[in-house]
T-cell receptor, first 113, second 114 residues
Framework: DSGVTQTPKHLITATGQRVTLRCSPRSGDLSVYWYQQSLDQGLQFLIQYYNGEERAKGNILERFSAQQFPDLHSELNLSSLELGDSALYFC????????????FGPGTRLTVL | DAKTTQPPSMDCAEGRAANLPCNHSTISGNEYVYWYRQIHSQGPQYIIHGLKNNETNEMASLIITEDRKSSTLILPHATLRDTAVYYCIVRAAVYTSGTYKYIFGTGTRLKVLA
């Protein structure tokens, strides 16, 4: 158990809909990272937040957005969902934002029908 | 960004050492090598990391060549629970934001055989 929690574990929705994935980092960690893992793409970095501020962006679509709240939990919002958005979404956290080890949560499996 | 190359799959007999190679020939001087593993579709689990020197912890050993172009993860006594996909990752600096990002490759699927 890494100490990172993600909800929900599974999410099934329809194309065109909007969903929100939630992540709670390990106690004391200030940085949160979001990754997408689809069958044909492997693990792709989406975005990082550090202490409430966006720190780095990866391959995140404009339909996706994220934020980190004052209590340090983070939410990933996915809108106008397409079939290709079906994937595992992982959150990771680290103590600071630069150079320390990331610890991953159990993931949310999103299925878009 | 430095890329990593790993064999797609390997088998290892239970109780024997599993040696997983990784090539990262374009790695820069300040880029660390990290190893994670993913069992089924669970979240990736941190194993070990290093910069230049060999490292050992309770899970594994990491051997990095002197030129830093390749490394080997060693699981000294593999068990069936070590069956997983193992990712060798270069932690690359994102200079514009002063942070770092992980670049995941396709990993090695290790199967430990009874």
């Amino acid at each position: 158990d890494s100490g990172v929690t993600q909800t929900p574990k599974h999410l099934i929705t329809a194309t065109g809909q909007r969903v929100t994935l939630r992540c709670s980092p390990r106690s004391g960690d200030l940085s949160v990272y979001w990754y997408q893992q689809s069958l044909d793409q492997g693990l792709q970095f989406l975005i990082q937040y550090y202490n409430g501020e966006e720190r780095a962006k990866g391959n995140i679509l404009e339909r996706f957005s994220a934020q980190q709240f004052p209590d340090l939990h983070s939410e990933l919002n996915l809108s106008s969902l397409e079939l290709g958005d079906s994937a595992l979404y992982f959150c990771a956290s680290s103590v600071k934002g630069a150079g320390d080890t990331q610890y991953f949560g159990p993931g949310t499996r999103l299925t878009v029908l | 960004d430095a890329k990593t190359t790993q064999p797609p799959s390997m088998d290892c007999a239970e109780g024997r050492a599993a040696n997983l190679p990784c090539n990262h020939s374009t790695i820069s001087g300040n880029e660390y090598v990290y190893w994670y593993r993913q069992i089924h579709s669970q979240g990736p689990q941190y194993i070990i990391h290093g910069l230049k020197n060999n490292e050992t912890n309770e899970m594994a050993s990491l051997i990095i060549t002197e030129d830093r172009k390749s490394s080997t993860l060693i699981l000294p006594h593999a068990t069936l629970r070590d069956t997983a996909v193992y990712y060798c990752i270069v932690r690359a600096a994102v200079y514009t934001s002063g942070t770092y990002k992980y670049i995941f490759g396709t990993g090695t699927r290790l199967k430990v055989l009874a």
